[in-house]
């Protein structure tokens, strides 16, 4: 019944199986793709003919992970998987952007791409094995797939290269010293394709090693895929790529020269008027046969790309006019929203973005339900782009892929300099408001989130910026590589290579390449060129810290204390009794976790004052010899008993009251009389005490004179 085809082979401490022909066999390709006991499934299917006039290629790409891979329930009230997380969209993306460009060119039918995770094994990563299960499920489904593809995972621990580190490794880096880098490379036999990293200041040696390294370990894996598709691959699919030469040729004659004048202008909004002008132009001289050719978008493109292009690398001249190692002009600036706990505005030619700060408590954080467990983030950036940054008119809704994509370029970016929870125990939000956008909006984010943490007095280790690097890449091998890219120069340029770093090293680094041939030449060449423009950045950025750095008074203070672990149930009480009282008291907040470590948060230096000192008499031991202030709360005939130490109460005898006889301890004292007492000890029985004769009961200091003279007697 089953025709199976099972390939495996040992990668790294793991066993890697690939197996199709069991399941889902009505897909065009399936596999599933084991590594130890984490297994996903990819189904690919694709349509046989491309929608009429569609003028782009429609792939989709789905990953979904199933709770009951980790042997969890979801959670929530419907208690079922909804909307996509945040780890599933991003992968999705991870997957997406190496297998794209190496689809044949000119084929625009609908491709549909699933990965759902079946088992997790909470020590390998799913991500990096759906990638393969992607790729191989490509590959066998007789789509005009130019792959297969492979991925890794790479990790960097005292100056070796770790492949596929465990989840357990990569989580939490920023509070894990050893450990310096999450690093995932895709890529072809010959190039690597697509990088995505978190770092924490590398140099650029250092990563151009990490992506070589995951180059070399992936090339054993594509052979098992290789070997899979000799067994169990379909035919492939019967489609010649478009040849509309001859399209292109009237195309060019007719708008070459409205092409290149439009893009010498250097305004945007003026250049993407221009452009379509030209677009119209070119249309309005061509005949009914050739304006309903499903090439004519595609010839019209390619025109764009060679004017674009050939200008860049033979002139060196681009669009807006700069030399290919030049930045646009910068405007920071911080401190801009009165109420805020921090703000910037960071401008670099036609990209801005208005970045806000926001510190909260430890009721702030954001809690995360994932599949290898549940835990707690204290960091958090959102970003948005609305459609007016771009002069368009568009549908606003919830965050899409981009945003939450660039999101997390940006987050990733930022991770690396920013202060221990211990040194700074605050949560952190960051909202990057894209204003303008011409380019590399994501590293706008980065910046301007550097500027806004500081602003809100965020004691970060050091600045951080971003800059976006293309490339221009010929079939003569010739290529240019662009500082500070543009909108138009990265979709038709042949790199997206983003770099974010302080002057120390690189934090995040972020590569899409859309052709094969990116020798590791090009790629150091990049890394040195982004190294400058990040320099300069830095430069312009220190401009608008001058008056950044004080903590906002709009922010919460926050204060820590440490109480010993067997002493948390004291401060919580019966049903939280204790730590309920101690916030409607003293109007702080107060959040304690396992380890003992308290903190207590208001805009009231006095509220944490009153909270902390709730605490502290509740968890403290009162000191032999310690002089304390206290209250009368019952009197007896042999003496007093007061309330000295939080709840503690001891007894003054009689003969401890004052340095005479007195006939009843009453003779002095009344009930709620507040009283100086020092603790002389505890009896045989436990019992605490206490003398108020040897404290001057004015000053509450020890009256040491009269107490010699009181024994002299």
Known sequence: MFNVTTKTMQWGDETLTLETGKIARQADGTVIATLGETSVMANVTFAKEPKPGQDFFPLTVHYQEKYYAAGKVPGGFFKREARPTEKETLTARLIDRPIRPLFVPGFKNEVLVMCTVLSHDLVNDPDIVAMIAASAALTISGAPFMGPIAGARVGFVDGQYVLNPSVDDMQD???????????????????????????????????????TFAHEQIQPVIDLIIS????????????TPPNYSDLFEVVKAAGEDKMRAAYAITNKQERVAAVAAAKEGIKAGLSEEQLEDANLGSAI??????????????????????????????????????????????????TQGLVVTTLGTGDDEQFIDALHGNFKSNFMLHYNFPPYSVGEVGRVGSPGRRE???GKLAWRALQAVLPAATDFPYTI?????????????????????????????????????????????????????????????????????????????????????KVAGITPEIMEKALAQAKDGRMHILGEMNKALAGAGDFSVHAPRIETMQIPTDKIREVIGSGGKVIREIVEVSGAKVDINDDGVIKIAS?????????????????????????????????????????????????????????????????????????????????????????????????GEEAQKEEKEGDAE
């Open 173 to 211: 880096l920023r509070n894990n010293p050893e450990q310096r880098l999450d690093l995932v490379v895709a890529g072809t036999k010959d190039a690597v394709m697509m990088v995505e990293s978190e770092a924490y200041e590398l140099t650029e040696a250092e990563m151009l090693g990490a992506v």
């Open 228 to 239: 899979l598709a000799e067994d169990a691959a379909k035919e492939p699919f019967d489609f």
């Open 301 to 350: 493109k390619k025109l764009e790309s060679v004017v674009l292009r050939g200008s860049v690398v033979k002139e060196g001249k681009r669009i807006d006019g700069r030399a290919l190692d030049q930045v646009r002009p910068i405007v920071a600036e911080t401190g801009l929203l009165p109420r805020t706990h921090g703000s910037a505005l960071f401008t670099r030619g036609e």
């Open 404 to 406: 939450i994509g660039h």
């Open 429 to 513: 939000r960051i909202v990057s408001e894209i204003t303008e956008s011409n380019g590399s909006s994501s590293m706008a984010s980065v910046c301007g989130g550097s500027l806004s943490m500081m602003d809100a007095g965020v004691p970060l280790k050091a600045a951080v910026a971003g800059v976006a690097m293309g490339l221009v890449l010929e079939d003569d091998g010739s290529y240019a590589v662009l500082t500070d890219i543009l909108g138009d120069e990265d979709h038709l340029g042949d790199m997206d290579f983003k770099v974010a770093g302080t002057e120390n090293g690189i934090t995040s680094l972020q590569m899409d390449i």
């Open 603 to 699: 805009p009231n230096g006095e509220a944490i004052k009153k909270a902390y000192d709730m605490i502290y008499s509740i968890v403290a031991e009162p000191e032999e010899g310690g002089i304390y202030k206290g209250k009368v709360v019952k009197i007896v005939d042999f003496g007093a008993f007061v309330n000295f130490f939080g709840k503690r109460d001891g007894l003054v005898h009689v003969s401890q009251i004052e340095n005479r006889r007195l006939n009843h301890p009453s003779d002095v004292l009344k009930e709620g009389q507040e009283v100086w007492v020092k603790l002389l000890g505890f009896d045989d029985r436990g019992k605490v005490r206490l003398s108020m004769k040897v404290v001057d009961q004015e000053t």
